[in-house]
């Protein structure tokens, strides 16, 4: 592979004409120009200066290297340049959270998108495991997760609070024990664990999710109180999703005596720089969440 700043002295003496203003121009020494010169002619194997006394010009081998060179080095100049931008309102950001926090954030990013049309948004939803995951492998450059990470390689910060609400078909008034032992639950991935947190504090009876027959599963965020607003059973869920419902008629949300709350954590790749338009994003996220 030819070495590129061997290219660029070689191009710049070229369009110069002069060992002495060359160096000048590269803020080399006259010997390093001609150095890097010889390493780029023993590398190709070919003659590219035919030396006349203190005198020069292009070989053949030379005039060729210059026309096809210009592209290469205008390309490479254009690359560091792109490399070295870190605006706030350009380029890729990619985000995961567990769903309920991407119902409340996905559409406020879009909005955020139209104002910054250069600003791509990728967000995907999962589970905490798998954001954790995903910023451990840099996979994903901003992440949200409702508990902490244990992972070496991922920071996590406190950002907000949200209530976890009981939900069940409208027609319940009161969900007493035997009540939701007859409904049974609606599962979805954090449901035991949502469960555990809300439930273990607000019924004495409670010990652990499995005591209640299962009546459903989804692992679609927007799905999980469809059973439930058929009558088919109940569920814990972070409040965003419960607001997010489109017929919330159809449902009860039930706020118990003792609240639950999750601590929603922004993490992030450890001693991984966060650039500018990471944390246009992040303002954001702060704003809603």
Same mark, same amino acid.
């Given at each position: 592979?030819?070495?590129?700043?061997?290219?660029?002295?070689?191009?710049?003496?070229?369009?110069?004409?002069?060992?002495?203003?060359?160096? +000048?121009? %590269?803020?080399?020494?006259?010997? /390093?120009?001609? =150095?890097?010169?010889?390493? #780029? *002619? $023993?590398?190709?194997?070919?003659?590219?200066?035919?030396?006349?006394?203190?005198?020069?010009?292009?070989?053949?081998?030379? +005039?060729? %290297?210059?026309?096809?060179?210009? /592209?290469?080095? =205008?390309?490479?100049?254009? #690359? *560091? $340049?792109?490399?070295?931008?870190?605006?706030?309102?350009?380029?890729?950001?990619?985000?995961?959270?567990?769903?309920?926090?991407?119902?409340?954030?996905?559409?406020?990013?879009?909005?955020? =998108?139209?104002?910054?049309?250069?600003?791509?948004?990728?967000?995907?939803?999962?589970?905490?495991?798998?954001?954790?995951?995903?910023?451990?492998?840099?996979?994903?450059?901003?992440?949200?997760?409702?508990?902490?990470?244990?992972?070496?390689?991922?920071?996590?910060?406190?950002?907000?609070?949200?209530?976890?609400?009981?939900?069940?078909?409208?027609?319940?008034?009161?969900?007493?024990?035997?009540?939701?032992?007859?409904?049974?639950?609606?599962?979805?991935?954090?449901?035991?664990?949502?469960?555990?947190?809300?439930?273990?504090?607000?019924?004495?009876?409670?010990?652990?999710?499995?005591?209640?027959?299962?009546?459903?599963?989804?692992?679609?965020?927007?799905?999980?109180?469809?059973?439930?607003?058929?009558?088919?059973?109940?569920?814990?869920?972070?409040?965003?999703?419960?607001?997010?419902?489109?017929?919330?008629?159809?449902?009860?949300?039930?706020?118990?005596?003792?609240?639950?709350?999750?601590?929603?954590?922004?993490?992030?790749?450890?001693?991984?720089?966060?650039?500018?338009?990471?944390?246009?994003?992040?303002?954001?996220?702060?704003?809603?969440?």
């Amino acid at each position: 592979m030819i070495n590129a700043a061997w290219l660029r002295t070689f191009c710049t003496l070229a369009d110069v004409g002069h060992f002495t203003r060359t160096a +000048e121009r %590269l803020h080399m020494t006259q010997s /390093g120009v001609s =150095q890097h010169v010889r390493k #780029l *002619e $023993e590398q190709l194997g070919v003659e590219l200066l035919v030396r006349e006394g203190k005198k020069f010009r292009l070989s053949d081998a030379g +005039e060729k %290297l210059r026309s096809d060179a210009q /592209g290469i080095l =205008q390309a490479l100049s254009d #690359l *560091e $340049e792109r490399v070295r931008a870190d605006k706030p309102d350009e380029g890729l950001v990619r985000l995961m959270s567990p769903g309920s926090v991407g119902l409340k954030l996905y559409s406020k990013l879009l909005e955020l =998108q139209i104002r910054y049309p250069k600003l791509i948004i990728d967000y995907r939803f999962a589970p905490n495991t798998e954001v954790e995951a995903a910023i451990a492998e840099s996979r994903a450059d901003i992440g949200f997760m409702t508990s902490k990470s244990v992972l070496p390689e991922v920071s996590c910060t406190p950002l907000a609070k949200e209530s976890l609400i009981l939900v069940t078909p409208a027609r319940i008034q009161s969900p007493d024990w035997q009540t939701l032992m007859m409904l049974g639950f609606i599962d979805h991935p954090d449901g035991m664990h949502h469960a555990t947190l809300l439930l273990g504090e607000n019924y004495p009876e409670f010990r652990h999710g499995e005591q209640f027959p299962k009546s459903g599963f989804s692992n679609q965020i927007g799905l999980i109180l469809e059973p439930v607003s058929k009558g088919l059973g109940f569920t814990v869920l972070p409040a965003h999703a419960v607001a997010a419902f489109a017929r919330p008629e159809l449902i009860r949300a039930h706020r118990l005596s003792r609240p639950v709350s999750e601590t929603l954590y922004l993490c992030g790749r450890r001693q991984k720089e966060r650039q500018k338009r990471m944390a246009t994003v992040i303002a954001e996220a702060r704003r809603w969440l």
